[in-house]
């Protein structure tokens, strides 16, 4: 097996180091809090040389980037993390990977040259498995999506109001494939500017009535497949 | 069912990340491989379920049989159920998504008495008969385990056998009697379960006659078999340093309430205070060496991620070698930035010291037990703690900057008189008074002071297990008296529901008529009797009314020589033994501590090592 650290001498300034994984499958059910004190386990079982805070708690520090709301998979999280000792980034990807559940794995670590904050698109492929889904269905969805205002309701600290979300959205496109009601569409993803995915979902069944039925025969899917700096070129 | 076939209802439901499963370190085997599947169910939710210690020992224990696959099962909560119910969607088990009918064993571990509800309604959404009577040859057996066991009576009509005392190797002879009947073709459910009445320490209600009094109490329990002992006596772990212990957990994803290491110092109790069953019924004292205790430790750390090792027992300042055991785990947990936490400390052992050491006590709050207002009182219950012993842990805690301090207490102890009640509000006074007057203390901040004040449930198996409940009125009465005499703002005042302790109270001493009342309940899908949102004490009132009981029959003072509902089980200490401290306790003398003086309480007769009992 491959060391993990390949210098024992502890590093002056702590080094970023940045972890691409998926989460997927029953994975999408837990939260974003539960995927902190995951990893955070995790990293531990890996027995990588964390850099801590210091201070009367020292911690650990993890930045993770656009966090995805429950119900939603992904396959480019980003997690960065800070550690006190020069690692082998491939040594470290096979420790965290036997540390991972299946359906949460690694695919990247490096140390990364760009800040977390850069990001600034997801893109997301979203299915909907509704009853009466068809082309003209599918052409309905896309004429909607692609028709300012979208006006959803939004909740927040004072209270719920309407927020038109179109200018949050990129691109979006909706298609029939087999039975289903397939939506690809880029969204505005930095921290400061974030669109949930879900909310689509909410003003589609809003305007077309789609999900409304049988939950053991209805079902959608929410993906991220990939994020995006500010000019559209894949985020690193 | 897979959580893909369910996933709409998923996205729907609260905390939909205690349905998943899939955790690291759960245990997958071939279900083809494997001769008996068990499934073990916690009647609770997720959250409290994973953090049950108990439980993971014996998922362990079971799993380390290679024959046996044992998998966890939890009850969804109300909002899951109904959805359940609705789309007629069958309980599974975690690991393998398969429903209960399915197993050999469909075992709960009965940890309180407000789950029985919830128990039975597992059994009901999974389509088992819930009469062990109209169960056959293919349904699952029911077991029931953990402390309720010690008088599961009222649970008799439901479950098929009772595994009375510590699990870890009688589970595994009763699933090893399943598999050799079933590899000679032997197997039927009335065979197995007379064979498994004659392995120590089960016990199997339908076994066992019993007939009443005119006066309703209980005549005599018969044995329907010459062959099944007349009394089921508790199995123990005799050596606690060779006694199997998980090297990982079942990590959960989501935030369960003791989300650490837990780590089991020792077995059993020395202090023998009067209202604790858990202090009578673990009995004898057996400890693990500090070289096992770290041995342990480390291996859990490095195969958990946890940064926190909490060390459990009943009193874990009672050990004998604490010194030692922190010393030693200290010398890496520091490094490693992992916090020690010791949860039930006493009064009388809180120390500077120790404080110093203990992270979860230099961080968190402080809570003190001690259960009474007055000395009269606490020497009824055999407290053995002082005003003195409070005073000095307090203000060890105001010197280094503590400025929150809970105090625990019961009402309705026998022989309580409002004189003890208003001396809980003296006692809390006399804290608050206590910071003001310590110069050391923390002076930019006020003192706050939380009085949480319990009801007494009588409880088998301790020198109270015969004495009456005060009534509701009388316990609400008090609860007002104390909220008079509590005048300071600095002390903020909880209470327990006097009903749901009425109800505890019911359940704990209650017999097997009282099956009838579970029946209706479970007919009402009445559960998680525990919850707030759930407890509804005027539909039980209804229940006891069609099922013609009186709940108050199981409240009053029992005689001292009428048969008791759980005189069929030996749990070790002895009758006289209760007897002869439910005296002491009318005498208002203490007693002093198995280390100080053995006071021949029956239990070392089970045998077991490293015990103060010699």
């Known amino acids: 097996m491959v060391q993990i650290i390949t210098s024992d001498e502890i590093l002056e300034q702590p080094k970023t180091l940045r972890i691409k994984f998926f989460k997927k499958g029953s994975l999408q059910f837990i939260s974003h809090l539960d995927l902190v004190r995951t990893m955070t386990r995790v990293l531990l079982r890996a027995r990588l040389p964390l850099w801590y805070s210091e201070g009367f708690n020292p911690r650990p520090r993890l930045i993770f980037a656009t966090p995805m709301s429950v119900g939603a998979e992904s396959e480019c999280e980003l997690l960065d993390i800070r550690i006190n000792k020069e690692v082998n980034p491939s040594a470290v990807m096979d420790a965290l990977n036997r540390n991972l559940p299946p359906e949460m794995q690694a695919t990247e670590v490096y140390y990364p040259e760009t800040k977390l904050s850069e990001l600034s698109f997801s893109s997301y492929i979203i299915n909907i498995n509704t009853e009466g889904a068809d082309a003209s269905m599918a052409e309905r969805c896309h004429t909607l999506l692609n028709t300012a205002p979208i006006t959803v309701v939004k909740r927040s600290k004072s209270g719920d109001k309407p927020v038109d979300i179109s200018p949050m959205v990129d691109c979006a496109s909706a298609t029939l494939d087999g039975g289903t009601i397939r939506i690809n569409c880029v969204l505005n993803s930095a921290s400061d500017n974030f669109l949930n995915p879900e909310y689509l979902i909410t003003y589609l069944k809003e305007k077309m009535g789609v999900l409304s039925g049988n939950p053991m025969e209805e079902s959608y899917e929410i993906i991220r497949t990939g994020v995006y700096f500010s000019n559209k070129r894949e985020f690193r | ?614």
């Open chain 2, 1 to 614: 069912m897979t959580h893909k076939q369910i996933s709409t209802v998923l996205k729907s439901v609260s905390k939909p990340g205690r349905y998943i499963g899939n955790e690291f370190k759960q245990i997958i085997k071939n279900k083809d491989e494997v001769d008996v599947r068990f499934a073990f169910c916690f009647p609770d939710t997720y959250e409290i379920g994973m953090s049950n210690l108990g439980l993971r020992i014996l998922y362990n224990t079971l799993n380390s049989d290679s024959y046996i696959w044992c998998e966890r099962v939890y009850a969804p909560w109300i909002d899951m159920d109904a959805k359940m119910r609705e789309h007629n969607i069958p309980l599974t088990a975690m690991e393998s998504g398969d429903e209960l009918t399915k197993f050999d064993f469909v075992a709960f571990t009965l940890q309180y008495e407000l789950c029985y509800t919830t128990a039975l309604h597992m059994i009901k959404i999974s389509g088992i008969p819930l009469l062990s009577a109209d169960r056959n040859d293919s349904d699952p057996i029911i077991l029931g385990g953990g402390p309720c066991a010690y008088n599961a009576e009222p649970l008799a009509d439901f479950f098929d056998a009772f595994s009375i005392g510590e699990g870890e190797e009688a589970l595994n002879e009763a699933c090893a009697l399943m598999r050799d009947m079933k590899r000679d073709g032997s197997y039927n459910r009335r065979d197995f379960l007379h064979r498994l009445a004659k392995i120590e320490g089960f016990y199997v209600p339908s076994l066992y006659t019993i007939e009443y009094n005119e006066d309703n109490t209980i005549r005599a329990y018969t044995p329907v078999h010459d062959d099944i002992p007349t009394k089921i006596k508790k199995r123990i772990i005799a050596d606690m340093d060779s006694a199997k212990f998980p090297d990982s957990f079942v990590m959960p994803y989501i935030e369960t309430v003791h989300d650490r290491i837990m780590l089991e110092v020792y077995r059993g109790c020395i202090r023998g205070c009067r209202f604790c069953q858990a202090g009578m019924v673990y009995r004898p004292i057996r400890e693990k060496s500090p070289e096992t205790l770290c041995r342990q430790a480390k291996c859990l750390y490095e195969n958990t991620g946890y940064d926190e090792i909490s060390l459990v027992s009943l009193s874990i300042s009672d050990y004998s070698r604490l010194d030692e055991l922190t010393e030693s785990l200290l010398e890496w947990t520091d490094d490693e930035k992992v916090n020690l936490s010791l949860p039930s400390l006493r009064i009388d052992s809180f120390s500077k010291e120790l404080m110093d050491r203990v992270s979860s006590v230099r961080t968190g709050g402080l809570t003190f037990a001690p259960e009474a207002g007055t000395q009269r009182l606490r020497d009824v219950i055999n407290k053995n703690v002082t005003e003195e012993d409070l005073m000095r842990a307090v203000n060890i805690a105001f010197e280094s900057g503590k400025t929150n301090v809970k105090l625990y207490f019961m009402e309705g102890l026998p022989t309580e008189t409002l004189d003890d009640v208003a001396g809980i509000a003296d006692l809390a006074k006399k804290v608050v008074n206590a910071f003001y007057k310590n110069p050391k203390r923390n002076k930019s901040r006020g003192v706050s002071v939380t009085v949480s004040v319990a009801c007494f449930v009588p409880k088998p198996f301790t020198p109270f297990q015969w004495e009456a409940q005060d009534s509701m009125e009388m316990l609400v009465e008090k609860q007002k008296h104390l909220r008079d005499c509590i005048t300071d703002r600095k002390i903020t005042y909880n209470w327990h529901d006097a009903r749901v302790s009425f109800l505890e109270t019911v359940f704990a001493r209650g017999d097997r008529r009282l099956g009838k009342a579970l029946l209706l309940a479970a007919d009402m899908d009445v559960m998680f009797d525990a919850w707030d949102e759930c407890f509804d004490f005027d539909r039980w009132m209804e229940i006891f009314e069609s099922a013609d009981i009186d709940p108050k029959f199981y409240t009053r003072a029992f005689a001292l020589d009428e048969v008791l509902p759980w005189d069929i089980i030996d749990c070790g200490v002895t009758k006289q033994y209760l007897l002869r401290e439910r005296e002491r306790a009318y005498a208002e003398k203490t007693t002093p501590s198995c280390k100080e003086n053995c006071n021949g309480c029956g239990a070392n007769k089970l045998g077991g090592k490293n015990r103060w009992c010699k």
